[in-house]
């Protein structure tokens, strides 16, 4: 058993898709069973809602492997909330919101930049065609990844994140 074969080796993300025609399973330990690969282990985000219909195995620039699974879900309406505030997304702020509170910018890329700078200094110096030239290339796409990751999930876990969408009489106000 081996790994997928993907699409041309030059796409920064490649992918892999299994239906159900292909005998993909998820097996009782909970573990994707692919064809051609075997069971794949695997750490859920969260539950399927009803069994998959097909799976899309990605890999990114950086290496790393994920699994999308096509699932029907019944719509369900986002509950009613009582206080609105507006929001004014900008660039010397990361948000302002109505009521004065200021959200300050996180600046991923500038706190990463020497890290960064570093390993594409190091990419730069390798030979055209080399393991190390591939291995100088997933430094740098990981450490851009690092970036990536940073700014996806900060608008989601960070506090202000979370009480945007909940409570916001319970802002600090940051400075």
């Known amino acids: 058993m081996g790994a997928p074969r993907f699409k041309p080796r030059r796409d920064p993300?490649?992918?892999?898709?299994?239906?159900?025609?292909?005998?993909?399973?998820?097996?009782?330990?909970?573990?994707?069973?692919?064809?051609?690969?075997?069971?794949?282990?695997?750490?859920?985000?969260?539950?399927?809602?009803?069994?998959?219909?097909?799976?899309?195995?990605?890999?990114?620039?950086?290496?790393?492997?994920?699994?999308?699974?096509?699932?029907?879900?019944?719509?369900?309406?986002?509950?009613?909330?009582?206080?609105?505030?507006?929001?004014?997304?900008?660039?010397?702020?990361?948000?302002?919101?109505?009521?004065?509170?200021?959200?300050?910018?996180?600046?991923?890329?500038?706190?990463?930049g020497k890290k960064l700078k570093k390993a594409q200094r190091a990419l730069s110096r390798t030979q055209k065609g080399s393991h190390n030239k591939e291995k100088a290339r997933l430094k740098v796409a990981r450490a851009h990844v690092r970036v990536a990751d940073a700014r996806k999930t900060s608008t989601t876990s960070s506090p202000h994140g979370s009480r945007a969408r909940t409570k916001p009489s319970t802002w600090k106000t940051c400075r």
């Open 13 to 112: 993300v490649q992918s892999a898709r299994f239906t159900n025609n292909a005998r993909w399973k998820i097996t009782n330990a909970g573990k994707p069973a692919l064809p051609g690969v075997g069971d794949v282990k695997a750490a859920w985000s969260r539950s399927l809602p009803s069994p998959p219909s097909s799976v899309t195995v990605v890999k990114d620039a950086a290496g790393r492997y994920f699994a999308s699974f096509v699932v029907e879900t019944d719509d369900e309406p986002l509950p009613d909330t009582t206080p609105e505030v507006g929001i004014d997304l900008g660039l010397s702020h990361f948000a302002v919101f109505s009521n004065g509170t200021e959200v300050a910018s996180p600046r991923f890329l500038r706190r990463a």
